[in-house]
């Protein structure tokens, strides 16, 4: 902190606003995962929940906006606004920049049909939503790869934890999801989808030998039986 002067301030806000961007996109992911079907979490009403979320989501792209404006300001490198929205338009680090510009891009348009949502279908609007949960692993290997900050020390244990935090989400969720449905029934849901593909051995030596005893039956009598 001792070398921030007024030219590597920009360099320093980019730096730390990005860092924050990751931890509050992370935030917003844990809470989008452990959020139950009825959109609540334990000791929250639904209301709470739902503008904790919004919240949380506005002040997010806040800080992703800060972090884009004072990267292409700074003139420590050059990064041309385009690069924010179009992938792969930057000379430097072409390949990392441009994931960061299509986690903004996932963002934007999540923020938009969340503005529209009343003119969209429900279907339409779940869907792009859901590009929330692609955003952040773009997010998280653009804020890695892009600058070396995140690649160690406290930054990178930072990094790890959000990493960690998000795989347990998603186990937790997906355990979850598996007790919804009784473990008796979900038996006897797999075997009746096994049973629709394929005939079981018995059954296909049945229908053979029903076949085989048809054919054994003289012309006549193979008329009338059938």
């Not at 020390?153 to 989400?169: D, S």
């Amino acid at each position: 902190m001792t070398g921030i002067n007024s030219s590597t301030a920009l360099w320093y806000t980019s730096r730390a606003t990005g860092v924050v961007s990751l931890l509050l996109l992370t935030a917003v992911l844990l809470l989008g995962l452990l959020v139950t079907r009825q959109g609540r979490l334990p000791g929250l009403p639904r209301f709470a929940v739902t503008g904790l979320h919004r919240n949380l989501s506005l002040l997010a792209v806040a800080f992703v906006a800060v972090h884009v404006i004072t990267a292409v300001v700074d003139g420590y490198v050059h990064i041309p606004i385009i690069s924010a929205v179009v992938p792969l338009a930057s000379p430097y680090e072409r390949l990392w920049l441009g994931l960061g510009a299509v986690g903004f891009d996932l963002m934007l348009a999540v923020i938009v049909t969340s503005l529209l949502r009343r003119h969209l279908s429900r279907r339409v609007w779940r869907a792009v939503h859901l590009l929330a949960y692609v955003s952040w692993p773009v997010a998280w290997f653009h804020s890695v790869f892009a600058s070396g900050d995140l690649r160690h020390g406290l930054l990178f244990v930072l990094a790890m934890a959000c990493t960690v935090a998000v795989i347990a989400a998603i186990g937790w969720r997906v355990a979850a999801a598996g007790k919804d449905v009784p473990r008796a029934e979900r038996v006897g849901l797999l075997m009746n989808a096994v049973h629709r593909r394929a005939p079981t051995p018995g059954k296909r030596e049945a229908q053979a030998d029903s076949r085989a005893r048809r054919d054994e039956v003289p012309g006549p009598e193979r008329t009338l039986s059938r």
